[in-house]
């Protein structure tokens, strides 16, 4: 009987209702001990008679084990492994020791499991509940999230349990959260009758004030009274209480079952025994309710229960069955808990016992378990014989901690190591993690300075090396906008010497590249960049693509940018390589972007966000919000511009990251010229890059707000200081050959012509360069200028015929405001304009343009879900309001649409990938 919860049992039978209709959901309990979490979980198991039940829960004592909540979750569906695709299920074997492979990617593991949910669901509606979801391993929490954060048009149920205090475990995206609250007095006299009966009537008042509306407490405290006990004021006390009152072999088993992880039957009873207590000494527990045998394994009535059996036991008891546990497990998959509780019986420091823990650590990053394996390492340098072991077990466990996401674990693991360290090779193993958490926390500066220190000690140790610090060194200055440091890196790329590997004749041309734009020497830069991007050609790695195609972005080459960054998205969905999958998206939304191919960048954006913020990298996810900000600019909708500028700037101005932030000025200028306020918009780029002078404009990333600053400051009657920008805009282009710049210098030229014959045949350059360079939006607002310089010289019918291709092209694109500029231009010319012809499609989310593009590949539901982290089932759910949106009736006919290029943002990309 629960007593007090019938609003939340309401949510709950809602909630299986839903998932039995073909609606996921989620429902997440959060509540103090004792507040009835369980309870509600039990409830929620009674009442799902058509489900079938996927049940587990965190252990305090399993929090280390990589997988483990996920496996016992799991293991009623581990038969349908072999039915995943195969990186799915490689993945998932691997992240349950089951199979010998590289590290499992965690987001393929995610993968796994949502597909085991989505195809178990397919037989019969299915409710997973997952209780004490604080306690749960990082890497099963990672997973579960991932899973239950993509379930839409599934039949599955999901409520989660876990405590107060737990600020992240049941925070998900469209999750019904139920806050328990102690009961009210009625509520909690009505617990203890319904249990009593009128036997406590005289003392019913004592415990319900003591209890304090906790429904646990009110039962302990109730049946404590029951027994005769007197004075009990607490749910521990109660507990330690009947404890006491067992006889001491019975204490011992209890104790040996607290301290075991897994609480098996046998494993419990052999180790029990080798301490004088054996089976039979379980008895008087069961008997006073304190435990159960369920299934060959002792149950503890209640967590605390378990807790006050361990931490009631004196040290020296709890050393003797943490060694009687250790002795019975011998199995090959027991070896980790082996080790852990060999590590809780030793004292002081033991070699042999670190070892076992530093193994279990390898067996952990083997399954991409990185917060178990930093974990074991921690206690493995603890228990380290001498200073070295020590001092090289506390750096891998911070690198694991790194890959872990654990910040705060890093830093703390970081201050143990004593300095100065005398092993080179761990030396420069503790810098690369320093300089990545200063990354990763946003400390640009703090971050290179560490990668270069690392790296002048680096060469002669190990080349590769080097150069990978060298290569973080100049990301991180490049982010930063640090200008000085920048020009550093030549004299880093000179120690190499000549490349020897295709790695090296991209990384260091890129490096030598960028070093030149930033000193002033463009011309010296663009055969440097040119060489890079090229070898990208040749290379497969995802990592050494996105090198290339930075180098191709400073030239200016906006296609074979597209060509390389779609290869490397696509190695990286095809490896399972999804740890670096935000980044890589973030800068393809960016080259479709500045291609004109809004739609499609808005869908890679949306993409690289929330892969970023699901694996905690910030500056990804800056640069993809970004991003976001430019294209609701684009489109005319100021709120959600401004929203998102908020957004990014909270994320960026911190962490000092320039990029994002000139990215989101830009954005926020464009809104300010099309309403036809050029003096707001010069002072937002001022605030971002600077002035005329300022030597934050040769910063290589500065080049892309220079042609908004020509117009700006030209049209805000500064023209002066726009001849300034231009000439700058116009250096850059001409010594770095940039065709995609060269017409907007025509156009910027035009803007400050001394005289209108000078300024129309700038115009009409402009526009001639714009055919060869194909960027359609940009072409649009030279067409949009020209025409309104020809309306004020009075030569309309001219200029409605610019007007008119100009208005044409934004409505195509869904530029809004411009669109409208250009029809108030139009109509001023005394012209109507024509019906738009609504032939492109671009009303999809960006979700569905995603799934739009796989499907006009051929993708099979299945293989769309693989790719964009999805299940079939909500491929399936998405494409049929695809369909209505589009008006077609199947796959046929959505392919056609997009071979006739009239879905916006899917052409471009089925085009390309045809090549590979």
């Given at each position: 009987m629960l007593v007090g919860r019938q609003s939340e049992v309401a949510a709950i039978v809602e909630l299986l209702e839903r998932a039995a209709g073909g609606a996921s959901g989620v429902i997440a309990v959060r509540g103090g001990p004792g507040l009835g979490k369980t309870a509600l979980l039990d409830e929620a198991d009674r009442r799902a008679e058509r489900f079938r039940v996927l049940r587990a829960a965190g252990f305090e004592s399993e929090a280390r084990l990589p997988y483990a909540t996920l496996h016992q979750l799991l293991q009623p569906l581990l038969a349908r492994v072999d039915d995943l695709p195969a990186p799915q299920a490689d993945a998932l074997r691997a992240a349950f020791g089951l199979a010998a492979r590289a590290e499992p990617d965690r987001l393929l593991v995610g993968l796994a499991v949502l597909t085991l949910l989505a195809d178990a669901a397919e037989e019969r509606p299915l409710l997973v509940l997952v209780d004490d979801v604080h306690w749960v391993d990082p890497e099963s929490a990672d997973a579960l999230t991932f899973a239950v954060r993509r379930l839409q048009a599934e039949r599955v149920g999901v409520v989660l349990a876990a405590r107060d205090s737990d600020a992240g475990a049941t925070r998900l995206p469209g999750a019904c959260e139920l806050r328990l609250t102690p009961l009210a007095r009625a509520e909690a006299e009505q617990l203890v009758a319904a249990r009593h009966g009128e036997g406590l009537r005289a003392r019913r008042g004592e415990i319900v004030e003591a209890a304090a509306g906790n429904p646990l407490a009110l039962v302990e405290l109730a049946d404590a009274a029951a027994r005769g006990a007197d004075g009990t004021t607490t749910v521990e006390q109660a507990y330690l209480e009947a404890i006491e009152r067992l006889p001491e072999l019975t204490r011992t088993f209890l104790l040996v079952a607290a301290a075991d992880q897994s609480v098996e039957l046998g494993r419990v009873v052999a180790a029990a025994e080798s301490l004088g207590a054996g089976l039979a000494a379980l008895e008087p527990a069961e008997l006073a309710g304190l435990v159960r045998v369920e299934a060959d394994t002792v149950a503890f009535r209640h967590p605390l229960v378990r807790s006050v059996a361990y931490r009631s036991a004196t040290f020296a008891r709890r050393r003797a069955a943490h060694a009687a546990l250790a002795a019975v497990l011998s199995g090959e998959h027991e070896l980790d808990r082996r080790a852990w509780h060999r590590a809780a019986a030793t004292i002081g420091p033991d070699e042999a016992v670190a070892r076992l823990l530093e193994t279990s650590a390898g067996r952990a990053t083997a399954r991409s378990g990185y917060a178990a394996a930093a974990a074991a390492l921690e206690r493995a340098a603890q228990l380290s014989a001498d200073r070295a072991g020590r001092t090289r077990r506390l750096v891998q466990a911070a690198d694991a901690a790194h890959m872990a996401g654990g910040q705060e674990h890093i830093r703390v693991l970081l201050e143990q190591i004593e300095e100065p360290i005398e092993d080179p090779v761990v030396a420069l193993a503790a810098a690369r993690v320093r300089g990545m958490l200063a990354a990763r926390e946003g400390r640009l500066d703090e971050s290179m300075r560490i990668f270069l220190d690392a790296a002048s000690d680096a060469l002669d140790v190990d080349r590769r090396l080097t150069l990978d610090l060298v290569a973080l060194a100049q990301e991180a200055a490049g982010l930063a906008g640090n200008h000085d440091a920048i020009l550093e890196f030549e004299s880093w790329a000179d120690r190499f010497g000549a490349p020897e590997t295709t790695e090296e004749e991209i990384v260091l041309g890129l490096v030598r590249g960028f070093t030149a734009i930033a000193g002033g020497d463009r011309a010296g830069a663009a055969p440097l960049l040119a060489r890079s991007a090229?070898?990208?050609?040749?290379?497969?790695?995802?990592?050494?693509?996105?090198?290339?195609?930075?180098?191709?972005?400073?030239?200016?080459?906006?296609?074979?940018?597209?060509?390389?960054?779609?290869?490397?998205?696509?190695a990286a969905r095809t490896r399972g390589a999804f740890g670096g999958?935000?980044?890589?998206?973030?800068?393809?939304?960016?080259?479709?972007?500045r291609l004109g191919d809004f739609a499609g960048a808005e869908a890679d954006a949306e993409e690289s966000h929330r892969l970023a913020v699901e694996t905690g990298q910030r500056v990804v996810a800056a640069g993809a919000l970004s991003t976001l900000t430019a294209l609701a600019a684009f489109r005319g909708d100021r709120e959600r511009a401004q929203k998102l500028a908020a957004e990014t700037r909270a994320l960026a101005q911190p962490r000092g990251l320039p990029v994002a932030l000139g990215g989101v000025a830009r954005a926020l200028a464009e809104l300010e010229l099309v309403q036809g306020r050029a003096a707001e918009a010069l002072a937002i780029l001022e605030s971002s890059v600077g002035g005329p002078d300022d030597r934050r404009r040769n910063h290589p990333y500065a080049l892309f707000s220079a042609p908004l600053l020509v117009e700006a400051a030209a049209r805000a009657g500064k023209v002066e200081a726009a001849r300034r920008s231009l000439e700058t805009l116009a250096d850059w282009s001409r010594s770095g050959g940039l065709s995609w710049a060269e017409p907007l210098v025509a156009r910027g030229g035009a803007l400050v012509a001394e005289d209108e014959a000078e300024a129309e045949r700038r115009f009409q350059q402009a526009l001639e360069l714009h055919g060869r360079d194909g960027s359609p939006f940009e072409t649009a607002r030279t067409r949009l200028l020209y025409g309104e310089f020809l309306r004020r010289a009075r030569r309309k019918t001219e200029a409605r015929d610019e007007l008119r291709q100009a208005l044409e092209a934004f409505e195509?694109?869904?530029?809004?405001?411009?669109?409208?500029?250009?029809?108030?231009e139009l109509r001023a010319t005394g012209a109507t304009a024509?019906?738009?012809?609504?032939s492109t499609r671009s009303d999809l989310t960006p979700q569905e343009l995603q799934i739009v593009r796989l499907v006009a590949l051929g993708r099979t539901n299945p293989e769309v879900g693989a790719q964009l982290f999805l299940s079939p089932k909500t491929v399936q759910y998405h494409l049929r309001k695809v369909f209505a949106k589009l008006g077609v009736s199947s796959r046929t006919e959505l392919t056609r649409l997009v071979a006739e290029g009239r879905v916006a943002g899917a052409a471009v990309a089925a085009e390309v990938a045809d090549d590979y």
């Open positions: 090229h070898a990208g050609r040749a290379a497969d790695d995802p990592r050494i693509l996105r090198w290339a195609a930075t180098s191709a972005m400073f030239l200016g080459e906006e296609g074979l940018v597209f060509e390389l960054m779609r290869r490397a998205v696509d999958l935000a980044f890589l998206l973030h800068l393809l939304a960016g080259v479709e972007r195509s694109l869904g530029a809004r405001l411009w669109a409208e500029r250009a029809l108030a024509r019906k738009r012809d609504d």
